[in-house]
Antibody, heavy 123, light 108 residues
Framework: QLQLQESGPGLVKPSETLSLTCTVS??????????WAWIRQPPGKGLEWIGN???????YYNPSLKSRVTLFVDTSKNQFSLKLYSVTAADTALYYC???????????????WGQGTPVIVSS | DVQLTQSPSSLSASVGDRVTITCRAS??????LNWYQQKPGKAPKLLIY???TLQSGVPSRFSGSGSGTDFTLTISSLQPEDFATYYC??????????FGQGTKLEIK
């Protein structure tokens, strides 16, 4: 059974860089037709897609965050990572990683998800 | 971006009730619409993909329908474990993938 687990600092200072890693177990990150995604949820609010990455390194980003986000993949460790630069309090959220089922000209969906990791931006 | 608007935003219902949640898209997403369930302190769980296909392991009391701009999630007979927040999500016009604002289903 595929499982995803987020890890990283729970507290980041304003203007600094948020760095999170998602470790995939029970399956290969190098599987065809799956992207690997980051999604966040501010406290008490809804879900916002951040971006996704393929095992080849191909990426898609949310235009609203594109200038501050980079995703990385490490197939040797079965991990993918998120860096969000120049954070502010508005980036405080629960950050989830998830697998995105993806095929051209077909519906895509997120399943499964990691348990989420909280990140607070504060000095 | 495709905006998804769910209604109602919150709903009170009783065990055994039939419940319907609606998701309306700002433009057509054909059948590229998914539904998730999120319980407090937990990650979202995929219930239905491609508008009407039940994810493996999800009880058959959940069903989805619709196409274009109007979609519904129906729970035929509410069980205690169904009280949660439900989100729709589109994958037709991306990036970005977008979610509805959520519908919180509470016990009456």
């Amino acid at each position: 059974q595929l499982q995803l687990q987020e890890s990283g600092p729970g507290l980041v200072k304003p203007s600094e860089t948020l760095s999170l890693t998602c470790t995939v177990s029970g399956g290969s990150i190098s599987s065809d037709n799956y992207y690997w995604a980051w999604i966040r949820q501010p406290p008490g609010k809804g879900l916002e897609w951040i971006g996704n990455i393929y095992y080849s390194g191909n990426t898609y980003y949310n235009p609203s965050l594109k200038s501050r986000v980079t995703l990385f993949v490490d197939t040797s460790k079965n991990q993918f990572s998120l860096k969000l630069y120049s954070v502010t309090a508005a980036d405080t959220a629960l950050y989830y990683c998830a697998r995105l089922k993806w095929e051209v000209l077909s519906p895509n969906w997120f399943d499964p998800w990691g348990q989420g990791t909280p990140v607070i931006v504060s000095s | 971006d495709v905006q998804l608007t769910q209604s109602p935003s919150s709903l009170s219902a009783s065990v055994g009730d039939r419940v319907t949640i609606t998701c309306r898209a700002s433009q057509s997403v054909t059948s590229y619409l998914n539904w998730y369930q999120q319980k407090p302190g937990k990650a979202p769980k995929l219930l239905i993909y491609a508008a009407s296909t039940l994810q493996s392991g999800v009880p058959s009391r959940f069903s989805g329908s619709g196409s274009g701009t109007d979609f519904t999630l129906t729970i035929s007979s509410l069980q205690p474990e169904d009280f949660a927040t439900y989100y729709c999500q589109q994958s037709y016009n991306t990036p970005p993938y977008t979610f509805g604002q959520g519908t919180k289903l509470e016990i009456k």
